[in-house]
């Protein structure tokens, strides 16, 4: 059916003298699809309906326009369904930005759009065939990576992390991530994906042959793929000092009631009451004796003998900065009722001393003294903090001042340990100080923002990521929830699902020995893929010149 030009804006109607609807329908209705195979679904099987589809359009077509309106619209229906979650951050405060809810979850599907447009364009310098699926798998993983630097890094929903399957398949499936990190994953699955499914298809440019070789071969890689995954989830082996007993505090608190600032001191008192019930259970888990003392007492700071006991208290715990940052006595009342802990690790807002706010988490000694801080470095868009090139005043007080990157705490009585605060954990390659490496990881966050929907779930993903990429236990702390550890395989330990609440005690294993992408970071996927794409542009270049 066609569209009255005349009902049409001009920007539109050049728009579809390029692209009719049906074309651009399949390519948006593809997209979506894709977002399928992203965490909680996990359905794989798209990636070879819509990277094969994708595949044939680029390797029928020789105009690179046609490609790029191709993969901008596929990665926009990627981007706005794999992101519808971001609405719900809106709907907190619905009465007062009721006019942007549309805005997040579409906005971010625009700006990320071209990074799959230029790949599809890309891979036209490639032959058409096997090449030219390769140049455009190679290209999609370069711009996957180049998200790292969009405002101040927008990573979500990278394709690796579709293999994070809940169980005992999902952890065999990520483990090569050990060796070449998520974007190596994405790389391979859309490589796989993207012959596969060309090769599958009815109407396929490839020959009987070649479609023969790519479907023996992908079965081929998938079952070393699982057998080297098996190898190393079944056979590495933790080295040196076992991690600390972390006790976990999940308070379910609404953000309503944090972004009001209703209720702190029943917030506060809640926390008080899971740090107490959680360090009794860790003292369990030890057959150490509690504390002697009533955690209501001034004097009852007790001495740590055994294995060290940490708890965590989630991102921006509770509402009211200064109760933290300006009160000994607070900080000496959460140690008192987490009697037995070496340290309580609190994520909460500061002020600094220029008079901007910083998201924060505070390491408490067991006398309550603030032994040290860490401040949050990867800010969230439009959320934390206003890109200058947005008009109008989105964020309160133009958001908050970033900290420095990745550190290593160095806490009396616990292992060296690398503190993130919420989506930096999304951060392939940028998690620890490569100089001064930690034993263990500590996530605190707070996903009440985005409801009991996928964006949870695609958070959690992550977080099982970099504890197999770096080799290091973590611990997670949510304040809705998911709150979890796993170990250095990415391997569950305990978790606590959403909308949930409670404490819990879980001893921390040893850390792994370095993995090799722990050691050389995106050095590995980056030179994968560009050997990748010389591979497949230099022989179509040769082909050329022969001819």
């Not at 056979?235 to 007993?245: L, Y």
């Not at 008009?391 to 292992?415: D, E």
């Not at 001893?507 to 893929?529: D, E, K, N, R």
Request: hydrophobic share 45%; net charge positive.
């Amino acid at each position: 059916m066609r569209v009255p030009r005349f009902f049409l804006p001009p920007p539109v109607r050049a728009c579809l003298t390029r692209v009719n609807l049906r074309f651009a329908g399949r390519m948006l209705g593809l997209g979506a699809l894709t977002a399928l195979a992203l965490p909680p679904v996990h359905f794989l099987p798209v990636l070879l309906l819509s990277f094969g589809l994708l595949g044939q359009t680029l390797n029928t077509t020789t105009q690179w326009k046609r490609a790029a309106w191709a993969g901008g619209l596929f990665g926009f229906g990627f981007y706005a369904a794999g992101l519808y979650w971001l609405i719900n951050a809106v709907l907190i405060r619905a009465d007062e930005f009721w006019w942007f809810v549309p805005f997040p979850s579409l906005g971010c599907a625009l700006i990320l759009a071209p990074t799959a447009a230029v790949p599809a364009a890309l891979s036209l310098l490639a032959a058409p065939g096997v090449r030219r699926l390769g140049a455009f798998a190679a290209l999609w993983t370069l711009a996957d990576m180049s998200r790292t630097f969009l405002f101040s890094g927008f990573t979500w929903n990278a394709l690796g992390s579709c293999l994070a399957i809940p169980g005992v398949v999902g952890d065999i499936l990520i483990q090569p991530a050990a060796w070449m990190g998520e974007d190596g994953l994405t790389l391979c699955l859309v490589l796989l994906s993207t012959l596969a499914g060309a090769a599958c298809l009815r109407g396929s440019t490839l020959s009987p042959r070649t479609r023969s070789i790519i479907l023996g071969g992908g079965i081929s890689a998938i079952l070393v793929w699982a057998a080297l995954g098996a190898v190393r989830f079944y056979t590495a082996t933790p080295a040196g000092e076992e991690g600390p007993i972390a006790v976990i505090a999940q308070g379910n608190v609404p953000e309503t009631e944090k972004v009001g600032r209703l209720n702190p001191r029943d917030i506060f008192l809640r926390y008080l009451r899971l740090t107490h019930d959680g360090v009794q259970q860790a003292l369990a888990l030890e057959h150490r004796a509690p504390p002697p003392t009533d955690p209501t007492e001034s004097d009852a700071v007790s001495e740590d003998t055994g294995r060290p006991i940490v708890f965590l208290w989630p991102e921006t715990s509770f509402p009211g900065y200064d109760l933290l940052q300006d009160s000994p006595q607070a900080r000496a009342i959460i140690m008192r009722w987490g009697g037995g802990a070496a340290a309580g690790l609190i994520g909460a807002l500061r002020m600094d001393e220029q008079g901007r706010y910083r998201n924060a988490m505070l390491a408490l000694a067991p006398d309550g003294a603030v032994e040290d801080v860490y401040d949050k470095a990867r800010l969230v868009p439009f959320g934390e903090y206003q890109p200058p090139f947005i008009p109008l005043q989105i964020v309160p007080q133009g958001g908050m001042a970033a900290g420095p990157g990745p550190r290593t705490l160095h806490l009396r009585g616990l292992p060296p340990v690398g503190p993130l605060i919420c989506y930096e954990v999304i951060f392939s390659g940028d998690v620890t100080d490569r100089h001064d490496r930690p034993r263990w990881l500590a996530n605190v966050t707070n996903d009440a923002w985005f409801g009991n929907s996928a964006g949870p779930r695609q958070h959690l993903a992550s977080v099982r990521l970099r504890a197999v990429e770096e080799g290091l236990p973590i611990a997670r702390a949510a304040n809705t929830g998911i709150s979890a550890a796993y170990d250095g395989r990415g391997h569950l330990l305990q978790s606590l699902g959403w909308n949930r609440t409670a404490a819990f005690a879980v001893p921390l294993p040893a850390p792994l020995p370095a993995t090799p992408f722990a050691l050389y970071g995106q050095s590995i996927p980056l030179s994968a893929c560009i050997i990748l794409l010389v591979a497949c542009i230099s022989r179509t270049r040769k082909h050329k010149k022969n001819a």
